[in-house]
C-alpha cells in the first residue's frame, strides 16, 4: 500500500519548517526567521501509531505577490497540494487571522483535500486559548493550537492527520499487482518502452527531454502476471533544474521509487553509465527497491564480438552498489527483448519478498563464520551469536553480537555476499543489522 502523503501549507514565515522538522526528527529544512528561506519543496518519512507516511515542507505561499521567487514557491506549494493525501495548514497565532490566510483557506477548500488548521506560536495554551476562536472563522473546521519550537500541542495534531488518511484496505486489491516504477534520466526512452509494452500511446513521447512531467499509473496484464507500471519524469541535474515544475517532477520520481516493488534503471546504450545515471540508480538502491538494469537503444550500439559482456562490465564498473542488478538489453522503439521484461520482474520481486527461515540462515551464518572468522581488534573478537529475519522488501536480518564496534563493514559485506551465494536474492539489496548481546544474555539464550 502507497504511503499517505501530508504537505505542510501556510504563508511564510508560519514556523513550517520547524514544525517539519520536529516530525521528520531532524533538522532538514533551513529555519531563518526571513521570509522565504524554504524555497523548495522538501520531504521526509515519517511515523505516527504504526502507519507510514511521507511529509512534504513547502515554501511559503504569498497568494498576490509578482515577486518570481514567491511565485515559485506558490507553484511548489500548489503541487504539492496536488499530491497530498492529507493538508496541514498552518498559521500563526500571534499575527491571527491575515488576507493572506483566508485566500490561502479558499485555495485549500477548492482542492477538495482533507485539511488540519494548525495554529503555531502558541507558546502558552492557557493565555493563547482566547486567539483561537478568530481561525474559526476560516471555515476549515477545528483549529489546533501547537507550538512547534516547545513541542507542545503536535500529538493532537497528528491524531487528526491520522484520522484523515485514506483507509489501509483502500488498495488491498493491488497487493496481487507488482508495481514497477520506470526510472532514469530524461530522454533514455521511459515513456517508449511504456507504450511499446501497452501497445499504446499512453504517454507521450517526444524527443524533447524532460516531456513527461509526472508519474503516470498503467495497469497491465499479461500471461505473466498483473503489472501497475509507473512512467516517470526524467531527473535531470539539479544546475539543469530551473522551472519549479521540475523540481516537482524530481519529487515525483522519488515518491514513485518509494510505491515501487521493482524498479527499472533505464541507461541510454549509446551515452552510457552517466554520474546522473549512478545517482538515479542509488535512490532506488537506498529505497531498498528491486532493481533491473535496463539498456535501452542496444540496436544503436555497433557491435563485435564481447561487446555485450564489456558493456556489463562497465555498468557494474559505475555502479558497484548495484553488483545484485540483472542486467537486460533492449530496444524500446523495435520490441527487441522487451517481453524478456516480465519473467525478470516476477523474479525479482520475489527475491526482495524473500524470507528465509531462522535455522536455515544461522546454519548459513555459521558455515559463513567457519570459512572466514570474524575480525578481532585488540584482542577481542568479534562473536556473531545468531541471526534472524525481521523484514522483507528488502530482505532485512538482524545479528546479535558482542561488540557493535566489531562489526566491521568488510565482514557484513562478505556475510552479504555468503547469503546471496546460497539463497540468489537476484536483483535485491540485503540489509544486515547488528545488535548487541553480552555473553551472559547469548548463553541464556542457548547461544
Known sequence: MSKPIVAIIGKPNVGKSTFFNYLAGSRISIVQDTPGVTRDRIYAETNWRGRDFTLIDTGGIEPDSDDIILSQMREQANLAIAMADVIIFLTDIRQGVTAADKEIALMLKKSGKPIVLVCNKADNIEKDKDEIYEFYNLGIGEPYPISATNAIGIGDVLDAIYDKFPKSDENENDDNKIKVAVIGKPNVGKSS??????????????????????????????????????????????????????????????????????????????????????????????AGKGVIIVVNKWDAVEKETGTLEQYKKDIYQKLKYLSYAPIIFISALTGQRVNKLFDLINHVAEQNALRITTSVLNQVINEAIAIVQPPSDKGRRLRIYYGTQ???KPPTFVVFVNNKQLFHFSYER???NQIRKEFGLEGTPIRIIAREKSDKEAMKEGF
Open 414 to 416: 562478505y556475510l552479504v
Open 193 to 286: 518502452l511504456i507504450n511499446k509494452i501497452l501497445g499504446e500511446n499512453r504517454a507521450i513521447v517526444s524527443d524533447i527531454a524532460g516531456t513527461t512531467r509526472d508519474a503516470i499509473d498503467s495497469e497491465f496484464e499479461n500471461e505473466k502476471g498483473k503489472y501497475v507500471l509507473i512512467d516517470t519524469a526524467g531527473v535531470r541535474k539539479k544546475s539543469k533544474i530551473k522551472e519549479s515544475i521540475e523540481k516537482y517532477s524530481i519529487m515525483r520520481t522519488l515518491l514513485a521509487i518509494e510505491r515501487a516493488d521493482v524498479c527499472l534503471m533505464m541507461i541510454d546504450a549509446v551515452e552510457g553509465v552517466t554520474d546522473q545515471d549512478a545517482k538515479i540508480a542509488g535512490e532506488a538502491h537506498e
Open 390 to 392: 525481521v523484514s522483507t
